[in-house]
């Protein structure tokens, strides 16, 4: 195992070979972390055994990343003998150490070669490792360790030189219009893994692909500051702004490139003609020669003007550059005027071009026109950098070798950096790593495409395009809009194309879905929309219907509408252009004849067309939650939850089936099966046995989207004691940002919505980070950091409900107060949970609006405002027809405010608490619910109140059924 010390963009930064010592053959891995060493080992090793081979020694050094309890259990449960070297003498190891210092060679000399970033050294890792294994090694007698592995020569003619310029081929199906150029430029990496392929970096968008129709520029590379500012811009977001034109050097890169405030000597400007004959102005920045004494040589006659670079402006790589042309396709394989003449590239495979094509004819610019051009350019500070001299040399096809090497000189010094460069320590207590699938999820979840175009451009394109085909096919089968001629005094809106990779719960891509959406900023109230309301299921809704299935061992069934708000009928007259990729060019708009995503009206005429449907199958809707449905079927109960387009039907499999029937009738629905993935809840079911709700991929998500992927856990979300937060939320904001790049209040809203589906058990250090939202300092980053320090160590938690043994119904609650607990206005802090047969479903934590003189009031107001929930739950109990077998209980551990619950004559105590809270006495006196007394160390309330002690705190998570989510039940 070795440490580069250089992160790349993936996140590697370490690599770990495996050599077989008969044949040579060596295996690279990229690791994160060293802590993986062990488990990349075991999984090569099963591999490898998987594969027919006889494995009898493991041998390594002393290093604890594979030296340990788990690797010896594996490899003796397999029967192989574990070695390892003495302590500090790496020389034992043998060949593996070796190559690790060979291939370390050949990945400094491939970077160094076409002058790359250091960020990509994982690429030249893998490529080299490819070359080692079919280069021929002098411990073979000259053989290869491919020929000794499968006993046949390897093929090196598929081998091309990494880094260099490619062209990709698009298929006709991806391009945007007939004209658009067949070639994409990009840059060559290596070879595809698991295809007959190669990995091409997308020198416009820096997505990494695979490709099969691949030609090579073997001469050419890219800039190496625009590669690392591609990088930057597509994984940490950079905001360089990247040349129109992509700056193109010939390998190998020899010379460095000019320094910011070098002044440099004149410059050769050309102008080149391509084959069509199109003008079009290639800038070749050329270093004058330089003499013995130091002065610039003058250009002779027939020598192409010069211009002067000093008064350049600098590009956005900070430094002079020079608008060398992006060679296309078409041009780097056509001769000028001379079709016989053409050069042929094979395909996969190129003659390596010495020069650029005979294409590119150079011609005199001794012009006033071609003088005024350039100093335009100059003067406007477009990208002007120096380029090689060879560059330009060969370009002008007039110059000798000799000459090409005099005109190298740059003529001026270089002036390097003095400034210390301190490596960054912020980080440096991170210990645990992020798996690259969840990388890779979470990039991709902030860069979904944005437009058409980008999504052509996305390694996935041909996805893109079916989803396209699909969902304007889907259009057309709705009747969605008529075409018609445009209305003269109509107001025409605009709509555009927005993509989404839907993931399930573990952050998988499952299918990729285009939706053509109106504008509807473009809309006016009371011209094209009225009403825009429309209710969906509250998240205790969906878990207390989750915990009815479990109790009446019911199946859980998730259906999803296809294109649901174009099932409703528009409410007013609105007219579209035609959707952009499907333009027939007539300019006539589309009328809308039912209703489009992205209209303001949409969500509400949607639900109303459902409800409506519903309403006539038989179905009730719940006057306690509007995104409820009811209906009782032979003594059989049938829920709905409603989110949008989202539907969980709860009931025995012949009413699944005949409610799908329904629905189907009237709507195309999707059966997504059992349920197992809603609104990014994991969810695990087995019928009448257990039920779980978890977050894992949406945590995993959130850590590495705040850079946190590597952090420390801690056991708890808040320190014990720390109730004083620095700054009055109602005074003098002071918003700091540790890291400009992570923003707070962002942190806050994604714990929150954890918070509401899964993850009670941090929902008061939530509740207190919500009060600093417009004036938290850098004390609060800290504070909200904890949290997600926490979360890392307890990413696989979630809510485990269990069926108890006993058939018995019961609803018991917890409240509990935190007298005075705000110290800028001195009021208390209510806590309160509900659970259904011991599950808990429903939970709260929030400032009172009232202040408090003493505990007996504050637990009376958090006992009232407890009873809200209770008697939520009794009315929707109720409307569902669900009978409770055994009495509400709400425990308190404040006897004085039971006290005066309970006795009516008992309110002096209370006197200055608002009237509205004392509706839980009546409550009481009717028998609606008892309250009663339990210690405060059992009071599960209080892990909502107050910061915790490592011990308590974990004792009240367990108590909320907070816990490790079992993999398989």
């Not at 058990?761 to 800290?782: M, P, Q, S």
């Not at 011990?951 to 039940?969: A, I, M, W, Y």
Request: proline letters at 5%; glycine letters at 6%.
């Amino acid at each position: 195992m070795c440490y580069v010390g250089v992160g790349t963009y993936d996140g590697y930064q370490h690599f770990q070979l495996i050599q077989d010592e008969a044949t040579r053959w060596v295996w690279g891995f990229l690791m994160k972390a060293k802590e993986e060493a062990t488990g990349v080992a075991i999984s090569h090793v099963m591999w490898l055994l998987a594969q027919g081979h006889r494995i009898e020694v493991f041998a390594s050094d002393q290093g604890k990343e594979l030296v340990n309890k788990r690797m010896k259990t594996f490899l003796r449960a397999n029967g192989v003998e574990f070695l390892w070297t003495n302590a500090y003498s790496p020389e034992e190891n043998g060949l593996v150490e070796k190559m690790n210092g060979v291939l370390l060679a050949r990945v400094r000399s491939l970077l160094t070669t076409a002058h790359m970033p250091e960020s990509l050294w994982d690429e030249a890792f893998t490529f080299a490792v490819e070359v080692v294994n079919v280069s021929a090694s002098s411990g073979l007698d000259g053989d290869t360790p491919f020929a000794r592995r499968f006993g046949e020569r390897p093929d090196v003619g598929i081998m091309r030189v990494w880094g260099c310029v490619v062209h990709e081929f698009t298929p006709k199906v991806l391009r945007a219009n007939k004209l658009e150029n067949p070639g994409k430029l990009g840059l060559f990496l290596g070879f595809a893994k698991n295809s007959e392929g190669y990995r091409i970096l997308n020198l416009r968008t820096g997505d990494v692909r695979e490709r099969r129709s691949v030609e090579f520029n073997e001469d050419w590379t890219v800039e190496s500051s625009y590669v690392e500012h591609l990088l930057a811009n597509r994984y940490r977001r950079g905001r360089f702004n990247l040349p129109a034109v992509i700056p193109l050097v010939r390998l190998p890169v020899m010379a460095a490139v000019i320094h910011n405030e070098l002044t440099a000597p004149p410059a050769k400007r050309q102008r080149l003609t391509n084959a069509h004959g199109s003008g079009r102005s290639i800038v070749v920045v050329e270093q004058s020669p330089v003499s013995a004494g130091g002065s610039v040589t003058e250009p002779s006659s027939s020598t192409p003007a010069r211009v002067p670079l000093a008064d350049a402006k600098l590009s956005p790589f900070g430094e002079p550059q020079e608008e060398v042309e992006c060679l296309e396709h078409d041009q780097l394989h056509e001769e000028n005027g001379d079709p016989e003449e053409a050069v042929s590239v094979p395909n996969r495979r190129s003659t390596p071009l010495r020069e650029l094509p005979d294409s590119f004819q150079a011609q005199d610019v001794n012009d006033e026109d071609a003088e005024e051009e350039v100093a335009d350019v100059i003067a406007s500070g477009d990208s002007v950098r120096s380029c090689l001299s060879s560059v330009g040399d060969n370009l002008s096809g007039n110059e000798s070798d000799e000459d090409n090497d005099e005109d190298n000189g740059l003529g001026a010094s270089f002036r390097r950096s003095t400034r210390i460069r301190h490596p960054n320590v912020r980080l440096a207590d991170y210990e645990i790593e992020l798996p690259a699938s969840l990388v890779i999820q979470a990039v991709n979840a902030i860069l979904e495409p944005t437009s058409v175009e980008a999504a052509l451009e996305a390694p996935d394109a041909e996805k893109w395009v079916e989803a396209l085909n699909t969902e304007f096919a889907e259009l057309l089968r709705n009747n969605t809009w008529e075409l018609v001629e445009r209305p003269a005094d109509a107001k025409v809106l605009t709509s555009k194309w927005v993509f989404v990779r839907k993931r399930n719960a573990r952050g998988e891509v499952e299918r990729h879905r285009a939706r053509i959406t109106i504008k509807g900023c473009q809309q006016k109230y009371g011209l094209n929309f009225w009403e825009t309301y429309a209710p969906v299921v509250c998240a205790e809704g969906v878990k207390l219907v989750l915990l009815l299935a479990l109790h009446y061992g019911l199946e859980c069934r998730h259906i999803d509408f296809v294109t649901a708000f174009l099932n409703g009928p528009i409410d007013c007259e609105i007219y579209m252009k035609q959707p952009e990729f499907f333009d027939d060019g007539t300019g006539r708009v589309c009328r809308l004849l039912r209703s489009l995503y992205g209209l303001k009206q949409a969500p509400r005429i949607w639900y109303k067309t459902l409800d409506k449907y519903l309403r006539q199958c038989g179905f009730q809707r719940s006057k306690m939650d509007g995104g409820i449905y009811f209906r009782w079927v032979d003594e059989s109960p049938i829920f709905l939850t409603l989110y949008v387009d989202d539907i969980v039907i709860a009931a025995t499999t012949e009413n699944i089936k005949l409610v799908m029937d329904e629905l189907s009738r009237k709507f195309k629905i999707k059966d997504l099966g059992n349920v197992s993935h809603l609104l990014s809840m994991e969810i695990r079911y087995v019928p009448g046995k257990m039920l779980s709700i978890s977050q894992r991929g949406y945590v995993a998500q959130l850590l590495e989207r705040f850079k946190m992927a590597k952090c420390k856990a801690v056991p708890t979300p808040q320190v014990k004691g720390n109730f004083p937060l620095p700054g009055d939320p109602d005074k003098e904001p002071v918003c700091v940002n540790i890291d400009p790049d992570v923003d707070y209040q962002s942190i806050v809203g994604s714990l929150q919505y954890l918070v509401s589906c899964s993850r009670p058990d941090i929902t008061n250090a939530v509740r207190t980070l919500g009060k600093f939202l417009t004036c938290y300092t850098k004390e609060h980053f800290v504070l909200a950091k904890r949290v997600l320090r926490y979360l890392q160590g307890t990413r696989e938690f979630g809510l485990v409900w269990y069926k108890p043994d006993s058939p018995a119904m019961q609803l018991v609650a917890y409240a509990d107060a935190d007298l005075g607990n705000e110290k800028h206005d001195r009021r208390s802090i209510t806590g309160y949970v509900l659970q259904l047969n011991g599950c808990t479903f429903a939970y709260k934590s929030r400032k009172q609006s009232i202040v408090t003189d003493d505990t007996c009031s504050a637990e009376f107001v958090a006992d009232s405002e407890c009873s809200n929930l209770i008697m939520w739950t009794h009315n929707l109990f109720a409307e569902l027809k669900i009978e409770r077998t055994k009495k509400t209980v709400l425990f308190e551990d404040n006897r004085a405010a039971i006290h005066v619950i309970e006795e009516v004559s008992s309110g002096y105590k209370v006197r200055s608490v608002d009237l509205k809270f004392h509706k839980i006495k009546d409550f009481v006196e009717r028998g609606v619910f008892a309250i009663e007394y339990c210690p405060s160390e059992d009071n599960v309330a209080d892990i909502f109140t107050k910061p915790l002690g490592p011990q308590q705190f974990t004792k009240l998570r367990e108590r909320l059924n907070v816990s490790p989510v079992p993999d398989n039940q």
